[in-house]
């Protein structure tokens, strides 16, 4: 499986410049996070996306081996795509493998009111023989009950290679987004009926997406950044300066003072906020995919 074909990989080191709040009289003394899950992954394996819902923490991306634990079972063949779901304390529940004897992806992921998990991502074409075609030109949906037990794929060959970076629930169909290898065309669009029935992919010249620098989450009464900084930061000591930090800055939402700061280690991937787990980041570092979970209540 081509690694290059994973396009707008949120993993790069980049310097931000946080939106400031106004800090306290008082400064705060920054503190380090133990993550709380770390995958432990080897040889390229990728975590794509995070959800959280009610019921616990869910991490979506791509396996060729079986070195981690959230990810332990036989594999499929070529590349896999996995959903793994952890309890609110991090511990895994269970973990499913995506896919054919060929390789295949798993990029993006939604949870719909029914706690289904709909998994996009793409397949490399069979041809009919023993070894799969090369190249991932089948997008495939993978529709995964909350208790993990693979309902419905869904499958449409396309001419381009087109790795899905979003699906989201839109009226009564599902609009799935991405980067498409089409020479000046980079972006791609279609939906998704939620009986499996795949649109005509709508090409575009703009990509779909970026990679931020900025993560945002919002609790009940405290909005949460985190990004990488190598500049003191206002009312906060101990942030190394010259030197790339993670961090995770807690402010109060209405006198919007900074109340907690920590450092978390890894590049971020994604900050979200569910009420009946707390603050969880994805980070990365050197291929091993960090879980930080902060109990709020």
Same mark, same amino acid.
């Given at each position: 499986m081509k690694r290059a074909l994973l396009l707008g990989s949120a993993l790069a080191f980049m310097i931000a410049a946080p939106?400031? %709040?106004? !800090?306290?009289?008082?400064?705060?003394?920054? +503190?380090a996070?133990?993550?709380?899950?770390?995958?432990?992954?080897?040889?390229?394996?990728?975590? #794509? #996306?995070?959800?959280? %819902?009610? !019921?616990?923490?869910?991490l979506i991306g791509t396996v060729e081996t079986t070195t981690s634990p959230l990810v332990s079972s036989l594999s499929l063949g070529g590349s896999d795509g996995f959903? %793994?779901?952890l309890n609110p304390q991090g511990i895994k529940l269970w973990e499913l493998r995506l896919g054919t004897s060929g390789d295949d992806v798993a990029t993006a992921g939604y949870i719909d009111a029914s706690g289904t998990i709909w998994v996009a991502g793409s397949s490399a074409i069979s041809t009919g023989g023993a070894t799969p075609a090369p190249g991932l030109n089948r997008l495939t949906v993978w529709e995964v009950s909350s208790a993990g037990l693979l309902e419905n794929t869904f499958t449409?060959?396309?001419?381009?290679?087109?790795?899905?970076?979003s699906i989201v629930l839109k009226g009564a169909n599902f609009i799935i987004q991405g980067a498409s290898n089409r020479s000046g065309l980079p972006g791609f669009s279609l939906s998704l009926t939620p009986l499996g029935k795949i649109g005509t992919v709508?090409?575009?010249a703009k990509a779909f997406t970026s990679s931020p620098q900025i993560f945002n989450a919002t609790s009940a009464a405290y909005s949460w950044q985190s990004y990488i +900084?190598?500049?003191?930061?206002?009312?906060? !000591?101990?942030?190394?300066?010259? #030197?790339?930090t993670t961090v995770l800055i807690k402010s109060a939402l209405k006198a919007k003072t900074i109340k907690a700061a920590y450092f978390i280690g890894g590049a971020p991937?994604?900050?979200q906020y569910q009420s009946a787990i707390g603050v969880v980041e994805l980070t990365q570092l050197s291929g091993t995919y960090f879980i930080t979970i902060i109990h709020t209540k």
């Open positions: 939106a400031c %709040a106004t !800090t306290n009289t008082l400064p705060i003394a920054a +503190t996070l133990t993550p709380t899950v770390a995958t432990n992954f080897s040889g390229g394996d990728e975590v #794509q #996306q995070l959800l959280t %819902a009610p !019921t616990g923490i869910f959903i %793994a779901a449409k060959d396309l001419v381009d290679i087109d790795i899905p970076e709508k090409n575009s +900084t190598s500049k003191a930061i206002k009312g906060v !000591t101990g942030i190394p300066v010259n #030197q790339k991937i994604s900050l």
